[in-house]
């Protein structure tokens, strides 16, 4: 059975630092690249990171670029993403899925950046 579990989400302040993980079972995961998509409160899902099988190359939105890193590890089938500097607008539900898109999403795991 495939599933996707993400953790590490809290309320945090701005300028924080979060790790969020993401762990997959039920595929091989070393064979897929894998995003982190978020959506915050009232807008689209949007596309934050993505990383190939065996973590050498990295992309990331224009948003994350130089304050987070996404990262794996395919012997723990878990893909991480690093959060730092986060902003008010860093405040959304994070989820990880296959790049691109193709398994049943996860719950997700709450990032909120607050004051």
């Known amino acids: 059975q495939v599933k996707l579990v993400e953790s590490g989400g809290a309320l945090v302040q701005p300028g924080s630092s979060l790790r969020l993980s993401c762990l997959a079972s039920g595929f091989t995961f070393s064979d897929n690249d894998m995003s982190w998509i978020r959506q915050a409160p009232g807008k689209r899902l949007e596309w934050v990171a993505d990383i190939n099988g065996r973590g050498l190359a990295t992309y990331y939105a224009d948003s994350a670029l130089g304050r987070f890193t996404i990262s794996r590890d395919n012997a723990r089938h878990t893909v991480y993403l690093q959060m730092d500097r986060l902003t008010f607008e860093d405040t959304a539900v994070y989820y990880c899925?296959?790049?691109?898109?193709?398994?049943?999403w996860g719950q997700g795991t709450q990032v909120n950046v607050s004051s």
């Open positions: 899925n296959t790049a691109p898109v193709t398994l049943p």
